[in-house]
């Protein structure tokens, strides 16, 4: 089972990149919600929740080319909760989600080249890349059936 969710936060390491068995470019990375929650005493506790992205085809090579660590992203994507062992032999379970779809918000950190994700996405001069150009008017459908597989 699944759920859709809507996140919004700070990617905590680069997009990893891999080309599956099926031949479909998948990027992995994490990213991490701040949240402030009040005790029962009514104390302000800062709590910073962790959760594993993972998207494919178009969306992973767009993420993979212009988000890096730090950068913020709004995600909607389908959620599962993955169960795991850590080194000291502990039961976890890891927040995953797979895209549906992806905003970039803000200029986020800055890229090797002193340019950040939004400069990037943008050109120079505020143009759009053709590249991106060409993917933002494909009307690619990420829902249901149609949204590809990543096993």
Sequence with gaps: MSAK????????????????????????????????????????????????????????????????????????????????????????VSADILVQDFRFLGTGGSRDDGQTAKDTANGENGAIPADIREALAEDLDFSGDNFPSVM
């Design 5 to 92: 969710v809507i996140i919004i936060g700070n990617l905590g390491r680069d997009p990893e990149t891999r080309i599956n068995a099926n031949n479909t470019f998948i990027a992995n990375f994490s990213i991490a919600v701040n949240n402030q929650r009040k005790t029962a005493t009514g104390e302000q506790v800062k709590k910073t929740d962790w959760y594993n992205i993972t998207a494919t085809g178009r969306q992973a090579q767009t993420l993979a080319k212009y988000v890096r660590k730090g950068d913020p992203l709004y995600i909607e994507g389908k959620q599962t909760f993955n169960p795991w062992t850590d080194r000291e032999g502990n039961s976890r």
